[in-house]
């Protein structure tokens, strides 16, 4: 089906009153985008959405839609009536959940590890390979973020291991790790949501006997060899006491989901308890590692 896109130029305070506006006006979609780029990483649960000071709030509409009706609709309800900041893009006719599809390849993280989707032959049926198709939850291997974790668990002699992935969304690093030959993982997420798709991406890799999944308020208390959390710098330093009670006497630990900004204090605060090795940096992201001692 052909598309038009509607694209309004939007501020921190205007964005979500703008989204709504676009739904009221019919929008089959709402996203936003940073005029600028600057990366966005998902609210936790409970937190308010942060807006980017430039956005473009985009509807997307059925090509039969009246845009002129919707452009006079906005108009009538826009402070600015004269100024308000618009542009239509006809969207080419495509199957667009084809394309993704197109677009999705086996990804590679380190020496022996692939992310493969189940839409794809698997490149190398010899390496460790974890099938995992995007779902709800986060984690798909394409974030640097999750990138950073897997290159570092592919690094890891993990046979025989217990690995705790704090924050496991999808599931995909606890698959990893059991892949990789942990002989447990124990999944820990906030959201119900992704202890389902953690589940679920188990099943499909045949690893749901090792793995144990939990909300935060019925994790367990045990000693691990690796632990794992990418999550956000803020959780991560208030979370810090918490995850640092997993990880065992000469445990490994490696933080993700940290801005390079971020890190010289998060660096810090787990060097009270760990050896710290030098920061990973993939695009502005940083990963953090070290050794409990
Ligand atoms: C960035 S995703 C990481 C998913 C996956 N581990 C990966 O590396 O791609 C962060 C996950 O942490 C979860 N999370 C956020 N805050 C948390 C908290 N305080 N306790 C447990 N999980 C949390 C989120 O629900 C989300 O699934």
């Known amino acids: 089906m052909p598309w038009i896109q509607l694209r309004l130029q939007a501020n921190e305070e205007t964005a979500e009153k703008y989204s709504d506006w676009l739904s009221a006006a019919g ?32 509807g997307l509409f059925d090509a039969a839609h009246d845009m002129d009706k919707v452009i006079s609709y906005l108009k009538s309800i826009h402070p600015d009536k004269a100024e308000m900041a618009y542009k239509l893009e006809q969207l080419e006719d495509k199957d667009w ?17 692939w992310i493969c989707p189940s839409w794809r032959e698997v490149p190398d049926p010899e390496a460790v390979n974890v099938m995992l198709d995007p779902g709800l939850a986060f984690g798909t291997g394409t974030h640097p973020t999750t990138a950073l974790c897997l290159t570092w668990l592919d690094g890891l ?18 698959l990893a790790a059991l892949k990789l030959g942990a002989k447990k993982v124990i999944g820990i997420d906030i959201d119900p949501q992704a202890l389902q798709a953690s589940l679920e991406n188990a099943k499909r890799n045949g690893c749901e006997d090792r793995l144990e999944l939990y909300l935060p308020k019925d994790q367990p208390s ?9 999550i956000l710098a803020g959780p991560l330093k208030e979370l810090a006491p918490t995850i640092i ?8 630990l490696a933080l993700s989901g940290v801005l390079e900004n971020q890190a010289p204090e998060l660096q810090t605060i787990y060097g009270q308890w760990c050896a710290m090795d030098p920061i990973q940096v993939q695009d502005e992201w940083v990963r953090l590692s070290g050794v409990r001692s």
């Not at 002699?157 to 606890?174: N, Q």
């Not at 045990?222 to 990418?230: E, G, I, M, Q, R």
């Not at 009670?245 to 490994?252: I, T």
């Open 97 to 113: 959940e084809r394309e993704w599809m197109d677009n999705f390849h086996p990804m590679k993280f380190g020496e022996r590890l």
């Open 245 to 252: 009670e997993f990880v065992g006497d000469n445990g490994l």
């Open 27 to 58: 929008a089959q979609a709402v996203t936003f985008i940073d005029a600028q780029d600057t990366p966005i990483y998902e609210p936790l649960p409970g937190d308010e959405v942060i807006y980017w000071a430039n956005t473009v709030v985009m």
């Open 222 to 230: 045990l000693k691990a060899d690796v632990v794992v959390a990418n």
């Open 157 to 174: 002699d993990l046979t025989g291991k217990t690995v705790v992935d704090f924050g496991c969304g999808s599931g995909i690093l606890s």
